[in-house]
């Protein structure tokens, strides 16, 4: 199948020149959201050429600063090493009030606000951007990242037929020669989107990308539904190993629904590849 969109980079100029970019050319504007890290607000960021560009900037608690671990800076170095039209791209640092990620603006919002907002969405066009997450999954496997919190909430929607990943605050990198990375310590994590080995053993790999995958996938043809409505993650993990799967989403083909019981495979050499999806 053809790729689905031929996006240009805007900000190549701007990326080529410095990582650091100065205040002075950052405009900022009404908050978009807000989270633990600080908040996320829209922007407009001025090119070398006195274009004004459309930005999303997330803004660092001052208080964390000086902290290595921020989630806000370890996201920056992942998106430094990223550049595919179906992932959001980074454009640099700002030091301002605070320390301020600046991004590609996708100003339609996460995909399942945007399907709860558009239900008479024909199902082919929300196939069409699931096949674009697929393909930015893809160049992530590529690359040996683990995403690890792919949800429709991390899906940006740029319009109607365009869609790019987002949030590479919990994406790590897997050693050389391994094929999964191991978390030291479990923290906050997106229990109804993780595979099974992500919990009971803290291992990630692109096949647990893919079973996130295909939870996402289900969300986007539910038109935004939450997975498993009010359930547990205890609940739900029961609800797994008794071989339990999300239902199929109404006037859903079978073949896609079988695409999100391949990507729900208890065993990870089960689930196929983004490559294969």
């Known amino acids: ?132 997450v697929a393909e930015g999954m893809q160049y992530l496997e590529s690359l040996q990242f683990v995403h690890r919190d792919l949800a429709a909430r991390n899906v940006l929607v740029v319009n109607d037929s365009f869609v790019k990943i987002s949030d590479f605050g919990m994406s790590r990198a897997m050693g050389a020669g391994s094929d999964y990375y191991k978390a030291g310590t479990a923290g906050r994590w997106p229990l109804k989107w993780y595979a099974p080995e992500c919990i009971y053993f803290r291992k990630f790999s692109s096949k647990s990308d893919v079973w996130s995958y295909g939870i996402t996938l289900w969300e986007a043809t539910s038109y935004g539904a939450r997975p498993y409505q009010s359930l547990s993650g205890q609940a739900i993990l029961e609800k797994i190993e008794s071989g339990y799967r999300l239902p199929a989403p109404a006037k859903l083909p079978s073949c896609v629904y079988q695409l999100m019981k391949d990507c729900w495979q208890w065993e990870q050499d089960d689930r196929p590849s983004f490559m294969q999806i």
């Open 1 to 132: 199948m053809k790729k689905s969109s031929g996006y240009h980079n805007q900000f190549k100029a701007v990326q080529s020149q410095t990582f650091e970019l100065k205040m002075e050319n950052l405009s900022l504007g009404k908050e978009l959201g807000h989270g633990n890290f600080g908040s996320v607000l829209k922007g407009t960021y001025k090119m070398p050429n006195g274009e004004r560009i459309p930005v999303a900037v997330k803004s660092l608690k001052s208080d964390d600063i000086n902290n290595p671990k921020s989630e806000i800076l370890h996201e920056a170095r992942v998106m430094m090493e990223l550049d595919h039209p179906y992932i959001v791209r980074i454009i640099g640092m700002c030091q301002g009030p605070s320390m301020m990620l600046v991004m590609e603006l996708a100003g339609e919002g996460p995909l399942n606000k945007y399907l709860k907002k558009n239900k008479g969405m024909p199902l082919l066009n929300i196939l069409v951007l699931m096949l674009q």
